[in-house]
T-cell receptor, first 111, second 113 residues
Framework: KQEVTQIPAALSVPEGENLVLNCSFT??????LQWFRQDPGKGLTSLLL?????REQTSGRLNASLDKSSGRSTLYIAASQPGDSATYLC??????????FGKGTRLSVIA | EPEVTQTPSHQVTQMGQEVILRCVPI?????FYWYRQILGQKVEFLVS????????KSEIFDDQFSVERPDGSNFTLKIRSTKLEDSAMYFC???????????FGPGTRLTVL
C-alpha cells in the first residue's frame, strides 16, 4: 500500500531564495507523481505531473524530479516570491489507482 | 481553460440529513473521483468512477455514500444520513485517461451540526 510523506511540515524562507520541498513514497511501482498547490480553504491546483518513465518536469520557476529507486520526489522553486506562499502537496498513484497524498509542506515566503 | 466546478461551495446540514454534492467535470474526461479532506488532515480518496460504474472505493465509502452520473455531465456524491465526522472539504476530480493528470474542483465544505 502506497504511503507518502512530506518533510518538512512547514518552511519559512526570505523572498528570492531557491528552495526544495521533499516527498517520499513507499511503493517503487509508482506510476506517476503529481504536485499540487493548496491555498488556505481552497481547492488543489495541479502544478506538475511526472510519469514513471520521466525523471523530471519543469514549469516556469518550478522543477519536479522523480527517483523511483530511492522513493523520492523533489519540487524545486526558484527565486521564491511571497505569492508562492501556500501548502504544497505531493500525491502518487500506482497504475490507475487513486492518488495517495502526503500531508503537505506549508511554505511561507517572507518579503 | 476548462475546469472542474462544484456546487455548493458550502453546505451546512443537521446530523442524519441527506446531502448531495454536485460536480461538473471537464467535458472530455473519462475518469472521475471524489476525495475529502478533514480539517488539518491529508486528502483522502473516497471513490473512483469510470464507464458509468464505480471502479474503486475506499473503506470510508460505506453504504451511506453513493455516486451517480445522472445526465452525462454532472457527477454527484450523496451521503444518506450525515454524521458529525462527515464534516470535511469534499473535492471532485477528473482525468482524461489512464494514469493522466488529475484536475480538482474548488471543493464543497460540508459542515454537519
Amino acid at each position: 500500500k502506497q504511503e507518502v510523506t512530506q518533510i518538512p511540515a512547514a518552511l519559512s524562507v526570505p523572498e528570492g531564495e531557491n528552495l526544495v520541498l521533499n516527498c517520499s513514497f513507499t511503493d517503487s511501482a509508482i506510476y506517476n507523481l503529481q504536485w499540487f498547490r493548496q491555498d488556505p480553504g481552497k481547492g488543489l491546483t495541479s502544478l506538475l505531473l511526472i510519469q514513471s518513465s520521466q525523471r523530471e518536469q519543469t514549469s516556469g520557476r518550478l522543477n519536479a524530479s522523480l527517483d523511483k529507486s530511492s522513493g523520492r520526489s523533489t519540487l524545486y522553486i526558484a527565486a521564491s516570491q511571497p505569492g508562492d506562499s501556500a501548502t504544497y502537496l505531493c500525491a502518487g498513484a500506482s497504475g490507475n489507482t487513486p492518488l495517495v497524498f502526503g500531508k503537505g509542506t506549508r511554505l511561507s515566503v517572507i518579503a | 481553460e476548462p475546469e472542474v466546478t462544484q456546487t455548493p461551495s458550502h453546505q451546512v446540514t443537521q446530523m442524519g440529513q441527506e446531502v448531495i454534492l454536485r460536480c461538473v467535470p471537464i467535458s472530455n474526461h473519462l475518469y472521475f473521483y471524489w476525495y475529502r479532506q478533514i480539517l488539518g488532515q491529508k486528502v483522502e480518496f473516497l471513490v473512483s468512477f469510470y464507464n458509468n460504474e464505480i471502479s474503486e472505493k475506499s473503506e470510508i465509502f460505506d453504504d451511506q455514500f453513493s455516486v451517480e452520473r445522472p445526465d452525462g455531465s454532472n457527477f454527484t456524491l450523496k451521503i444518506r444520513s450525515t454524521k458529525l465526522e462527515d464534516s470535511a472539504m469534499y473535492f471532485c476530480a477528473d482525468g482524461a485517461g489512464y494514469g493522466n493528470e488529475q484536475f480538482f474542483g474548488p471543493g464543497t465544505r460540508l459542515t454537519v451540526l
